[in-house]
C-alpha cells in the first residue's frame, strides 16, 4: 500500500510541473514562457537554449554596431577621405612613440620631481603593454573582418582584438596626465577630447569592435589606480632613481 501510494504521488507530482504547478509543500518550478517551448523540447531544454540566445544576440549587436561604425575601413568606405587623418590619430596612440618619448623625457630630464612623474608615467606604460598583450593571448578574438592590417608597427598578438591596447593607453594617459600636470582648463579639455577621439577611431578604421574599445577605456581607466597605488619614489625605488639621476 506504502509502495503504491509513494508512486502515485511521485506521478502526480510529476504530472503537476509538466502543468506549471506544484503539489502543496513542493517549490514551484521556474515559469515556462512561450519562447521557452520549442519544437521538439522540453520546457527546460527552452529555457537553457534561451540563456545561450543572450550573449549572441549581444555579440551579434556588437558585431553589427562595429560594421556600422566603420566608416573609414577602407578606401571605398563612406568616409574614407578620413582615413589618412585617423591614421595619424592611431599613430599618437600607439605604444611605442609614447614608450620613447617618455624615455627620452626622463633621459634629459633636470628636475627630480619630474623625473619621478615621468619614471611613473614609464612604468605605467609598460604595465599596460605587458597587460594587454596576455589578455589578447589569453582571449584570442580576432579582428573585424572589414578591417585592412595596415596598421602601424604591430607584432605578433596584435592580430587579436579584445581588448583594443590604444583605448586602454588613452584613458590610462589621459587619468595619469590630467592628475599629474597642471594644465590649464581648455588643454585639459583637449587630453580628454584626445582620448575619445583615439578610442572611437579605433572602430571607424575597423580596428576592433565596440566591446574591445568599451572594455579597454575601462581597463585603462583601473590600471592607473594600479599605477598610483604601486607608485615609485626615491623611498620605494631608490636604485631606479639612482639610474636615472645625473
Same mark, same amino acid.
Given at each position: 500500500g506504502?509502495?503504491?501510494? #509513494?508512486?502515485? !504521488?511521485?506521478?502526480?507530482?510529476?504530472?503537476? *510541473?509538466r502543468?506549471?504547478?506544484?503539489?502543496?509543500?513542493?517549490a514551484?518550478?521556474?515559469p515556462?514562457?512561450d519562447?521557452?517551448?520549442?519544437?521538439?523540447?522540453?520546457?527546460?531544454?527552452?529555457?537553457?537554449?534561451?540563456?545561450?540566445?543572450?550573449?549572441?544576440? =549581444? =555579440?551579434?549587436?556588437?558585431l553589427?554596431a562595429?560594421?556600422?561604425?566603420?566608416?573609414?575601413?577602407?578606401?571605398?568606405?563612406?568616409c574614407?577621405?578620413?582615413?589618412?587623418?585617423? $591614421?595619424?590619430?592611431?599613430?599618437s596612440?600607439?605604444?611605442?612613440?609614447?614608450?620613447?618619448?617618455?624615455a627620452?623625457g626622463?633621459? !634629459?630630464?633636470?628636475?627630480?620631481a *619630474? !623625473?619621478?612623474?615621468?619614471?611613473?608615467?614609464l612604468?605605467?606604460?609598460?604595465?599596460?603593454?605587458?597587460?594587454?598583450?596576455?589578455v589578447?593571448?589569453?582571449?584570442?578574438?580576432? $579582428?573585424?573582418?572589414h578591417?585592412?592590417?595596415?596598421m602601424? *608597427?604591430?607584432?605578433?598578438?596584435?592580430? /587579436?582584438?579584445?581588448?583594443s591596447?590604444h583605448?586602454?593607453?588613452?584613458?590610462l594617459?589621459?587619468?595619469?596626465?590630467?592628475?599629474?600636470? +597642471? =594644465?590649464?582648463?581648455?588643454? #585639459? +579639455?583637449? +587630453?580628454v577630447?584626445?582620448?575619445?577621439?583615439?578610442s572611437?577611431?579605433? %572602430?571607424?578604421l575597423?580596428?576592433?569592435n %565596440?566591446t574591445?574599445? =568599451?572594455?579597454?577605456?575601462?581597463?585603462?581607466?583601473?590600471? /592607473?589606480?594600479v599605477?598610483? /597605488?604601486?607608485?615609485?619614489?626615491?623611498?620605494?625605488?631608490?636604485?631606479?632613481?639612482?639610474?636615472w639621476?645625473?
Amino acid at each position: 500500500g506504502g509502495g503504491r501510494w #509513494r508512486r502515485s !504521488r511521485r506521478r502526480r507530482r510529476e504530472a503537476a *510541473a509538466r502543468e506549471g504547478h506544484a503539489l502543496p509543500g513542493h517549490a514551484s518550478p521556474p515559469p515556462c514562457w512561450d519562447g521557452d517551448r520549442e519544437e521538439g523540447k522540453s520546457c527546460s531544454q527552452g529555457r537553457a537554449s534561451r540563456r545561450v540566445r543572450i550573449p549572441t544576440a =549581444l =555579440l551579434a549587436a556588437d558585431l553589427w554596431a562595429s560594421r556600422r561604425l566603420g566608416v573609414c575601413a577602407a578606401e571605398g568606405s563612406p568616409c574614407a577621405a578620413a582615413r589618412p587623418l585617423l $591614421r595619424l590619430v592611431e599613430v599618437s596612440g600607439h605604444g611605442l612613440p609614447w614608450l620613447l618619448g617618455t624615455a627620452y623625457g626622463l633621459w !634629459r630630464s633636470g628636475s627630480a620631481a *619630474a !623625473r619621478e612623474v615621468l619614471l611613473n608615467l614609464l612604468f605605467a606604460l609598460l604595465l599596460d603593454l605587458v597587460l594587454v598583450a596576455v589578455v589578447k593571448g589569453l582571449v584570442r578574438r580576432p $579582428r573585424p573582418a572589414h578591417n585592412k592590417m595596415d596598421m602601424f *608597427a604591430t607584432i605578433s598578438v596584435d592580430k /587579436y582584438s579584445f581588448p583594443s591596447g590604444h583605448a586602454t593607453r588613452a584613458a590610462l594617459v589621459c587619468r595619469f596626465v590630467l592628475h599629474h600636470l +597642471v =594644465l590649464a582648463a581648455p588643454l #585639459r +579639455v583637449l +587630453v580628454v577630447l584626445w582620448a575619445l577621439v583615439v578610442s572611437l577611431s579605433r %572602430v571607424m578604421l575597423g580596428r576592433h569592435n %565596440v566591446t574591445d574599445v =568599451l572594455f579597454g577605456l575601462l581597463l585603462g581607466y583601473a590600471l /592607473y589606480s594600479v599605477v598610483q /597605488y604601486c607608485w615609485l619614489s626615491p623611498l620605494s625605488a631608490p636604485a631606479l632613481f639612482a639610474l636615472w639621476s645625473h
